[in-house]
């Protein structure tokens, strides 16, 4: 289990972490909390990922979302190479406290996802039959904005 940040309020009993004004983010046992980044004027949702004390503390700080890459095991800040940033307009923190929403304008070509869409969730799954090793996913070709990058 990952100590608690001293960055961050010490969790308390549920009804204080619930109804109380400290935050005190429950990060698992990786040390990681989930972040929804939504657009701050439609909600679209625009990608999922995750963030540690660091990345939480920069993002509240700066005004700008950082993240954890789990696969690349380093902390990042969205749009660092790619130049579309996510500005923050506001955070949020659900009930229990163990999960950020981040309200964000995106800054460059208004692009979240590297492979060049709005948003990263530019694929449906369809529902109606049980799922099977064939199922075929649909793009939304109306969210791409880009070529992909690397």
Known sequence: ?????????????????????????????????????????????????????EALSRTI????AWFWSRSRRKLWKKGEE?????VVEDIRVDCDQDAI???VRIAGDGVACHQGYRS????SVPTGAPPAPDL???????????????
């Open 82 to 86: 790619s130049g579309n940033v996510l």
């Open 61 to 64: 700080e700066t005004g700008e």
């Open 101 to 103: 929403l981040v309200k």
């Open 120 to 123: 990263c969730f530019y694929r």
């Open 1 to 53: 289990m990952v100590a608690p940040s001293p960055r961050f309020a010490p969790r308390g009993d549920l009804e204080t972490v619930e109804t109380g004004t400290a935050l005190s983010p429950k990060f698992d046992a990786d040390g990681l909390i989930i972040a929804i980044a939504v657009d701050a004027d439609d909600g679209g949702v625009l990608m999922v990922a995750y963030m540690n004390d």
């Open 136 to 150: 075929a996913l649909s793009f939304d070709a109306s969210m791409r904005r880009v070529p992909p990058r690397d």
